[in-house]
């Protein structure tokens, strides 16, 4: 569920295919971000698990006429910043800066996405950078607890690889690889440049169109995607960790980002544990009974998949009950239809957390960035809210059914080690 302010949003593209979208806002601070439609689920089978990332990562190393240094500090010189992103589906490279810094930041965008160098030394320090990041995550155990689900719940399809890598893909990863995985994803018609803020037109295409002109177009041919995820049986799996906390998730498959009940969902997770402090786990759970601290629910939709979860942490002692309250909140939004009361308390809480989600640059950078990608149009707030409005709380009753009590549910676990 996204969408952006009813601000004034210009697109074009280029004759290589590049698609730009300008939201025309009245702030001096100005964002501009380039998303590419390759993350982890594009690596199988012809690349390593882990190169998406690594590339972002090696973008900031070298261009053909920068050094990293260079790169670095291009946009700290003025005040501004540049950062990156890889996920499931999607890289994403973005900077914020000044109005009148928008020609510099976008030349380094360029650069950096036209013409990497992918230094041999530089690949050698990188990996023991990201092999530390893996273990950091490692070190994390809500972060390992999630990978480990993902890795169960999709089996052997792609989202079910963690988006770090592993430390044996990552130490066979060579720079073929990542110039191989460039040239076929890093192309123009696999690419959206958006930019929010105060800019002339005319000038802001003329310097478009010769930053980007370069960017080869690619394949007409969709890349081939791997197709829907198999259902998997229930799991319950449990394993112990050196930590004093016991740490649980359980979830399961949910709408892909082009079902019609993707709506529903988002408000159902929000309603359920999302980030509201009355949501139902915080306020049944967590503020009444004082068992867990951390404790919150999450929908994650793709574009051939969907996935929800609860997640938490509490004494072991209490994981038990922890665990069968979660199942009692679930039973009853399966089973006891909002009132009237609440289901206005939940729409206007949505519809007040989407409006102060765009307040934020970034946040409409990706939102519109990924919007075009999956679906080449860009949804206001006032469509959404038109939408929201259409629910009725049956929608969300059947809903809750559907995946909390048709669907499997599947689990988790990690308890401490007994002395």
Request: proline share 6%; glycine share 6%; with cysteine.
């Amino acid at each position: 569920m996204s969408s952006v302010q009813d601000w004034p949003i210009h697109r074009f593209s280029l004759p290589n295919g590049l698609r730009i979208a300008w939201v025309e806002t009245r702030s001096p601070v100005a964002s501009a971000g380039i998303m590419i439609d390759a993350g982890t689920l594009n690596e199988a089978p012809d690349f390593p698990n882990g190169i998406a990332h690594f590339t972002e990562h090696m973008l900031f190393k070298g261009t053909q006429k920068r050094k990293a240094h260079h790169i670095l500090t291009r946009m700290d010189d003025v005040g501004g910043d540049i950062n990156a992103y890889t996920t499931k589906e999607q890289t994403f490279y973005y900077a914020t800066f000044l109005q009148p810094h928008t020609f510099r930041a976008l030349e380094l965008l360029a650069d950096m996405v036209i013409k990497p160098s992918f230094p041999e030394r530089e690949i050698l320090k990188e990996k023991d950078v990201v092999l530390d990041e893996i273990q950091s995550s490692k070190d994390d155990a809500l972060d390992e607890l999630g990978e480990w689900f993902d890795a169960e719940l999709y089996a052997k399809h792609p989202l079910a690889s963690p988006i770090l890598g592993d430390s044996e893909n990552l130490n066979r990863l060579n720079r073929t690889d990542l110039i191989r995985w460039h040239q076929k994803n890093y192309t123009a018609n696999n690419m959206v440049l958006v930019l929010v803020g105060r800019f002339q037109r005319k000038i802001l295409e003329r310097w478009v169109f010769s930053l980007f002109e370069a960017l080869p177009t690619g394949s007409l041919v969709p890349s081939s995607r791997p197709g829907k995820p198999d259902t998997q049986p229930a799991f319950f799996k449990r394993e112990t960790r050196t930590n004093h906390s016991a740490y649980g998730i359980l979830g399961g498959l949910g709408p892909d980002v082009y079902s019609e009940h993707r709506l529903q969902a988002s408000v159902l997770n929000t309603i359920l544990g999302g980030p509201a402090m009355s949501s139902r786990l915080n306020m049944g759970i967590r503020e009444k009974y004082g068992i867990t601290y951390v404790l919150e629910s999450g929908y994650t939709p793709y574009r051939m998949s969907g996935n929800w979860s609860v997640i938490w942490a509490t004494e072991p002692a209490k994981m038990d009950r922890t665990r069968s309250l979660i199942f009692k909140e679930l039973k009853r939004l399966a089973y006891q239809p909002l009132g009237s009361m609440q289901w206005h308390k939940a729409t206007q809480q949505i519809m007040g957390q989407l409006a102060l989600s765009n307040e934020n640059a970034g946040n409409m950078l990706q939102i519109v960035a990924r919007s075009i990608l999956l679906h080449d149009e860009i949804e206001t707030l006032a469509s959404v809210f038109e939408r929201l409005q259409a629910l009725k709380p049956q929608h969300i009753t059947a809903e809750a059914e559907a995946l909390f009590e048709t669907a499997p549910i599947s689990e988790c676990y990690y308890y401490p080690e007994i002395p």
